[in-house]
């Protein structure tokens, strides 16, 4: 298929902007008509007759920080000169967000021509409606080449190929030696990825098929990482006569999520995994392991550390830590794991090993410090003592068995130190209290639980955005008792399942209570426990939460962990029924877990929470992580939430990075039903 052939066809057209996550508009600066794609109105809300009244209505929607950009924009065309801007824009729910406009202007004094185009990118919103523009010779090829994508056909009766312009930029040859040759796109593909394309099969069925894969630019060597989505094209007898596509050069963005992984699953100082990679490799053993019988998990801790750091300075015990490592490292094999927990604790896997190969690897553990480290021109003399959980192991949950180990290692350092010691469930003293669990019972009967509300507000407004519903158990006898007390209880049985109903119903009420004294709605969030979820009745009680309380669905949010991403398969129809009713979904504790990125991707999630240990971070060597979260929750069109901001300091970090929301005690701490009332009333917006 030719260039000039295929770009005549206006069907062609169609297909392609379909597959465009791109909305686009043009005014006629003749006659003063103004046009926007049915997406662009999708977008901004704004009708197509509200333009047409009024051509620069589009301004009252941008952020007023960025107006002047604006400004300068429509001069700049009315010259004829083109332009790329970036800004905010408000759409009429109240949201803001970022985009991405290119504009420019087709003068033809021959005809009396004089168009001013534009296209914004949206990054979950595709074009559904063909423009009227699109009839004009040369304007949809000029409009094609301006954004970064390779748009490409095959005729697979003609064995012919097609790639656009872009592609002598994407791989670096010529545009006649890429069409001459139709298998080129295959070839320079990475040996690793060839597997990725093998979707011939499913082409043929005439299904549309997406992959990613590296390149190896034969100009240069470099690679790039591609995202190709492929449509087939059928005829009136269903046969696959054509496929047509997009490549879509995704490297950045695959930079970023390896960078992020780096950050989030291995430390900073050493270089070994972290405890966030701990529980992912836990997690996968539990999906792949059919035996425990042969797993020890060990917890090392540095005897001497605090006095090195005290009395010659952190960097002279980080030297040390790192020293240390290397030593360990002799003796871990390569299906074993070594890991930095937090400070001077570290972890060590050891599979399929009997208690005596235990014995034995500790003892040689032990015998690596014998020998002293030479740092700085120091003798530096320490220990270890290590901590075993049960053996055999009988749990893979990574805080079932640090608990254990940390025990260990405590009995260890008080027998002498430079020891280890054996889990024993006789030994352990503040083990799960059957007590609780018996009073947790008396007080869902009675309802001794209470809740409290913590606003999260807009960061650059002010504005109250939700705020998030939070158990508090009135003991009759102990007062208030924080959830970090009870909670870990309930999980361990179903009543965490009926404390969450409690929450679910109690904050829904009490959001509709509010709505009906007449103040401003607003979304109410609620945790939501993996257990809870997964009840199989869990959407049919949501929705009689819902019609009992008679909230609108719209002003509801659960919050989810990430350890829900595991399995996928269950949590997807969840989700997807929970979204039908409306309600919102938010991500918590965004960081702790692990969620695959590939997975965040596809699923309709609306909101994405920075766990607090990252906001910490800020103003750290780990700072970066933060700002590659809020830019991941970005690109997946999620808002951004930060927990636990504290200080101005953060505040002013977060609202740099553009990150949406904010929650913690530096905006308002968690407030009984009463207090949040009062403020309620007096307008509750938050000033920094």
């Known amino acids: 298929m030719q260039q000039d052939s295929f770009f005549q066809d206006s069907k062609y057209y169609q297909q392609f902007l379909d597959m465009l996550d791109i909305a686009f508009w043009s005014m006629d600066l003749v006659t003063g008509k103004v046009y926007m794609s049915k997406g662009a109105e999708t ?107 390779v748009l490409w056909s ?30 080129f796109w295959k070839d320079v593909i990475h040996p690793d990825d060839r597997k990725a394309i093998e979707q011939d099969e499913i082409l043929r069925s005439g299904r549309k098929v997406t992959c990613e894969y590296r390149i190896i630019r034969p100009c240069d060597g470099e690679i790039r990482w591609i995202e190709d989505r492929a449509y087939p094209t059928l005829d009136s007898l269903g046969q696959v006569t054509a496929f047509t596509g997009v490549k879509i050069d995704v490297t950045t963005r695959k930079l970023s999520e390896e960078r992020i992984n780096q950050l989030t699953f291995y430390d900073v100082l050493t270089g070994i995994p972290n405890n966030h990679y701990l529980e992912k490799y836990l997690q996968d053993m539990s999906f792949h392991d059919n035996s425990l019988q042969s797993f020890a998990f060990l ?93 055999p192991a009988t749990s893979l949950n ?17 027998n002498g130190k430079n020891t280890f010691y054996f889990y024993n469930k006789k030994d352990e003293v503040n083990k799960y209290n059957i007590e609780t669990e018996s009073e947790l019972k008396k007080a869902l009967k009675h309802e001794d639980f209470v809740l409290h509300f913590q606003p999260l507000f807009h ?57 009906e004294r007449g103040f401003p709605p607003v979304v109410v969030s609620v945790n939501v426990s993996t257990r809870q979820l997964y009840d199989k009745d869990f ?49 918590d504790d965004f960081g702790t877990g692990f969620s695959s990125l590939s997975i965040l991707k596809h699923l309709p999630l609306d909101k994405l929470k920075i766990d607090k240990s990252f906001i910490d971070d800020i103003g750290t060597a780990k700072e970066p992580l933060v700002r590659s979260i809020i830019e991941l929750g970005a690109n997946l069109d999620m808002s951004v939430v930060a927990e636990g901001v504290e200080t101005v300091k953060q505040a002013e970090f977060l609202r740099e990075n553009k990150c949406d929301i904010g929650q913690g005690y530096l905006f308002s701490k968690p407030l009984p039903k009463e207090q949040l009332e009062d403020e309620l009333l007096k307008n509750f917006v938050y000033k920094s």
Request: proline content about 4%; aromatic content about 10%.
């Open 539 to 587: 959407v049919k009680k949501l929705k009689y939460v819902l019609e009992k309380t008679k909230l609108a669905p719209q002003y509801l949010e659960l919050e989810i962990t990430e350890s829900i991403m595991q399995n996928i398969s269950k949590t997807k129809p969840i989700i997807e029924e929970i979204k039908a009713l409306g309600v919102k979904i938010s991500i």
């Open 299 to 391: 917890l090392i801790n540095f005897d001497r550390l605090k006095l090195i750091n005290d009395s010659l300075g952190h960097q002279f015990g980080d030297l040390l830590l790192v020293n240390a490592i290397e030593r360990l490292k002799e003796l871990i094999s390569a299906d074993d794991l070594l890991c930095r927990i937090v400070g001077d604790e570290f972890a060590i896997i050891l599979k399929n090993v009997t208690r005596e190969e235990v014995e034995s690897t500790c003892q040689r553990l032990l015998n690596l410090f014998d020998e002293p480290f030479f740092i700085k021109n120091k003798e530096i003399y320490t220990s270890i003592s290590i901590g075993i959980s049960d053996f």
């Open 398 to 414: 990574r805080k079932y068995l640090l608990n254990q180990a940390y025990y260990a290692m405590l009995l260890a350092k008080e």
């Open 154 to 183: 095959y005729d697979f009766n003609k064995g012919e190929s097609y790639y656009s312009p872009n592609a002598e930029k994407l791989y670096g040859i010529p545009y006649q030696e890429l069409t001459s040759n139709p298998s």
């Open 43 to 149: 977008l901004l809300g704004i009708s197509q007759s509200s333009y047409e009244k009024n051509p620069l209505i589009l301004r009252e929607y941008i952020f007023p920080e960025d107006q002047h950009a604006y400004d300068t924009l429509i001069e700049e065309l009315k010259t004829g000169v083109g332009s790329q801007r970036e800004f905010r824009m408000m759409n009429q729910a109240g949201d803001i967000r970022w985009f991405r406009g290119h504009s420019s202007t087709i003068v033809k004094p021959e005809i009396n021509m004089k168009i001013a185009y534009g296209i914004i990118f949206d990054i979950t919103d595709f074009i559904t409606e063909q423009s009227d523009l699109t009839n004009r010779n040369g304007f949809m090829q000029q409009l094609i080449n301006e954004v970064n994508i």
């Open 459 to 515: 960061l650059h407004t002010g504005k109250l955005i939700s705020y998030e519903a939070l158990i508090r158990w009135n003991h009759p006898l102990k007062g208030y008792i924080p959830p970090s007390e009870f909670i870990p209880v309930a999980e361990k049985t179903d009543l965490i399942v009926a404390l969450g109903e409690w929450v679910l119903h109690e904050a829904c009420r009490q959001n509709q209570f509010f709505q």
